[in-house]
């Protein structure tokens, strides 16, 4: 018996001729290319092998459904920009990237009980796994085909993320990147073509770099903008570099009263459905910032939205045990994947067991596509799960308010250049932080104190990059774990930090301050941490 199709996606972000749907836009062969065009390259293509072959061409941001006669096929690129979500029964195959949909389509469905844990402690499911058990979701660099005379669910990569064992030389380096750089940044304008380039800014050195490039570039019809719902230092710091590279910065006033009232409408439900909160904890914080900014006409309806997600960090917190090990130790590997990641909602329990076996399927352990050595199983598990899923997910923003957007800094030239850059120097980004602040001085005329400020949020980070490496890094890794779960923390934090912890940040205005502290149980993500339990329990368990 055939399989029917029964496929729904997002109207003004897909594109769609006949039985072919594409969402995105990508170089190829040196040309751009929207999803228009992209239909028109692969629409003719008949199975995984073609699709693949003409997929590790491109270098962009898509996501494509082909539904043939007999089977359908379904993509993304290397970092799964656009999640497509799908299901097979004996009679219908489901794809969407619209939760509330398919849920209703399927009706009741067990929940994964792993997937949960999974979710309150990193913020995401990972692998194909969603929070239920009848819904799979598309993983970066993958290609699936869906037989539709048998139901049978093949799962092919396109991409794989590997190690390189070549390095470049560390005296030529800085030349080579910024060559690569300035071609990435060519095909972002080439890109936009005239249209405003808008970039959030916040106060670290990503999002400056990829301002820093515009100004130099000479593209004019640019705009910054902060948002300050969370109440950090960001949006000071921002606005100063703007001011000194000569770019013009935005923000928006928000309130506990707007998130209150975000969180309580219907356009909350919407917006988590159609950010795959199945698959991950959707990103509700630029949502309303701009909608206020297109309301108020600073960013025009054509813009692109530049973010700084960016390739260039792999190796930056990759723990220095697992250098040189080319036996892997998957207990281990979970083990320093929990460390890292799994750090909201430190109260509920993990089945380390189970979770080993999901971390085995991420990085398709025993495959032909094993990891060669732990460095890269462990690189290979943050690219694919946590930037995919929770970083680049951010984007959905974008998506919900209808703008277009592009990534700049996960340009596939710059990808392929990271992975040989020496290990020093990406463990630390001495030589890419050193470009940005050289360029900073340069365009900004400041001081060599002034280009190196970054953000007060990111300081933690910094001091632990600058110990990782020495003999006390295990010690204050330790003591400061220790710290971050005890009691006595919590006790401090709940009596005298909740109250101002509240009041600076407008997004807690989805609860009130006695539900904040009901809610507390000595988290260190606290906003992320509630949201990914209200998540479960607003959508799933009612």
């Known amino acids: 018996m055939k399989i029917e199709s029964k496929i729904k996606l997002s109207e003004g972000v897909w594109s769609e001729s006949g039985s072919v749907f594409v969402r995105g836009h990508t170089y190829y062969e040196q040309e751009y290319v929207d999803s228009a065009g992209i239909i028109k390259y692969i629409q003719d293509v008949e199975s995984a092998e073609e699709l693949s072959s003409l997929l590790e061409e491109f270098n962009g941001f898509y996501s494509v459904v082909i539904d043939h006669d007999d089977k359908t096929m379904v993509a993304s690129d290397r970092m799964r920009t656009g999640p497509v979500l799908y299901s097979t029964t004996d009679e219908q195959l489901l794809i969407t990237d619209d939760c509330g949909w398919i849920l209703s389509e399927i009706g009741k469905q067990n929940r994964s009980a792993l997937s949960e844990v999974e979710y309150e402690r990193c913020r995401l499911v990972t692998g194909s ?15 699936v085909v869906i037989n539709k005379s048998t139901g049978e669910v093949s799962h092919h990569q396109h991409h794989v993320h590997t190690t390189s064992s070549e390095e470049y030389d560390g005296e030529d380096i800085e030349q080579k990147f910024e060559t690569k750089l300035e071609r990435a940044f060519d095909r972002l304008t080439r890109a936009a073509a005239g249209r405003q380039i808008v970039v959030p800014l916040s106060g670290g050195y990503d999002s400056r770099l990829i301002a820093l490039m515009l100004k130099k570039s000479g593209y004019e019809n640019v705009l910054t903008y902060s948002d300050k719902s969370s109440g950090s230092g960001d949006a000071d710091l921002a606005e100063e570099v703007a001011d000194n590279i000569g770019l013009p910065w935005t923000t928006v006033e928000l309130t506990h009263s707007d998130w209150h009232s975000f969180y309580n409408s219907e356009k909350w439900c919407e917006y988590f459905e159609r950010a795959s909160y199945l698959g991950s904890l959707p990103q509700p914080t630029h949502v309303l910032t701009l909608e206020k900014l297109l309301d108020r006409g600073e960013i025009s309806q054509d813009a692109i939205i530049v973010p700084g997600h960016s390739a260039l960090d792999t190796m930056k917190a990759t723990p220095p045990k697992l250098e040189g090990q080319t036996e892997l130790n998957l207990g281990e590997l979970t083990d320093q994947i929990i460390s890292q990641h799994f750090k909201y909602n430190t109260h509920v329990q993990i089945p380390e067991n189970q979770l080993s076996d999901r971390v085995s399927d991420s990085i398709q352990e025993n495959t032909s596509n094993s ?172």
């Open 371 to 542: 990891p060669t050595s732990s460095v890269e199983a462990f690189e290979r598990w943050r690219l694919k799960e946590r930037r995919t899923k929770l970083i680049v997910n951010g984007n959905r923003a974008f998506d919900f308010v209808g703008l277009n957007w592009w990534i700049p800094l996960e340009d596939k030239e710059l990808y392929e250049f990271w992975k040989m850059v020496p290990m020093e120097e990406k463990r630390h980004r001495s030589f890419y932080e050193d470009y940005i602040e050289e360029l900073y001085r340069e365009i900004g005329n400041v001081d060599k104190e002034e280009s190196s400020q970054i953000s007060d949020d990111n300081y933690k980070a910094i001091i632990a990059d600058l110990i990782r490496d020495y003999p006390i890094w295990p010690f204050a890794k330790r003591m400061y774990g220790r710290w971050t779960k005890s009691k006595a923390r919590h006790k401090y934090v709940k009596k005298f930090k909740l109250y101002d912890i509240y009041q600076k940040d407008a997004r807690f205005g989805i609860i009130s301050e006695e539900e904040l502290k009901a809610s507390y149980n000595g988290q260190n993500y606290i906003f992320y941490s509630i949201l990914a339990e209200d998540t479960l329990d607003k959508f799933l368990f009612n």
């Open 129 to 143: 796994n969603t929070l239920y058990e009848g819904i799979s979701q598309l993983q970066s660099g993958e290609v």
